[in-house]
T-cell receptor
Framework: DTAVSQTPKYLVTQMGNDKSIKCEQNLGHDTMYWYKQDSKKFLKIMFSYNNKELIINETVPNRFSPKSPDKAHLNLHINSLELGDSAVYFC????????????FGPGTRLTVT | GEDVEQSLFLSVREGDSSVINCTYTDSSSTYLYWYKQEPGAGLQLLTYIFSNMDMKQDQRLTVLLNKKDKHLSLRIADTQTGDSAIYFCAESPNTNAGKSTFGDGTTLTVKP
């Protein structure tokens, strides 16, 4: 069974559109994250939720809005897409305490044309 | 804020040892991690070390931690072509807070 899943895997869209990426984890973790990996493979955290509450909100344009309907899901909605939003977006989850290992999804490659 | 730095590229020959280095600034780091990212996939935890340890060995992997210099290294013995990937160093000061700071990743290329 897939631990952290994301849909879609690929997303190609035009500038100005609004799109969503969905993430689900079946690990029972309390914390979920969104990361952006750019073309140089640098990984930057965007958001983190713990039990449906926002706990990390890095400097991200407010066109990006995360939503957590329950602790197993964290979706990312992006308004007015720009060329610079093209990247791979990774969802991850972890359980507070213990080793703090993060489990990553397979990524969503977003291409804005 | 916290910072984690790694060299961006490393190239070795198959069968040689690879050593990937990382430095970090947060003196309160509790856990330090090495994640591996294969092409087209997400990151996967490779190994970790608790801050009160100097060394951890797991089959071909050896992690060394110099807490005084805030330096972490990952040694891969007998490197294989399947080890070609991006390796990310990460640290967490408090696993209850759920935040890890990641380095920029080291791309390891293994040549036959």
């Amino acid at each position: 069974d897939t631990a952290v899943s994301q849909t879609p895997k690929y997303l190609v869209t035009q500038m100005g559109n609004d799109k969503s990426i969905k993430c689900e984890q079946n690990l029972g973790h309390d914390t979920m994250y969104w990361y952006k990996q750019d073309s140089k493979k640098f990984l930057k955290i965007m958001f983190s939720y713990n039990n449906k509450e926002l706990i990390i909100n890095e400097t991200v344009p407010n066109r990006f809005s995360p939503k957590s309907p329950d602790k197993a899901h964290l979706n990312l909605h992006i308004n007015s897409l720009e060329l610079g939003d093209s990247a791979v977006y990774f969802c991850a989850s972890s359980q507070p305490g213990g080793v703090g290992e993060q489990y990553f999804g397979p990524g969503t490659r977003l291409t804005v044309t | 804020g916290e910072d984690v730095e790694q060299s961006l590229f490393l190239s070795v020959r198959e069968g040689d040892s690879s050593v990937i280095n990382c430095t970090y600034t947060d003196s309160s780091s509790t856990y330090l991690y090495w994640y591996k990212q294969e092409p087209g996939a997400g990151l996967q935890l490779l190994t970790y070390i608790f801050s009160n340890m100097d060394m951890k060995q797991d089959q071909r992997l050896t992690v060394l931690l110099n807490k005084k210099d805030k330096h972490l290294s990952l040694r891969i013995a007998d490197t294989q072509t399947g080890d070609s990937a991006i390796y990310f160093c990460a640290e967490s000061p408090n696993t209850n807070a759920g935040k890890s700071t990641f380095g920029d990743g080291t791309t390891l290329t293994v040549k036959p």
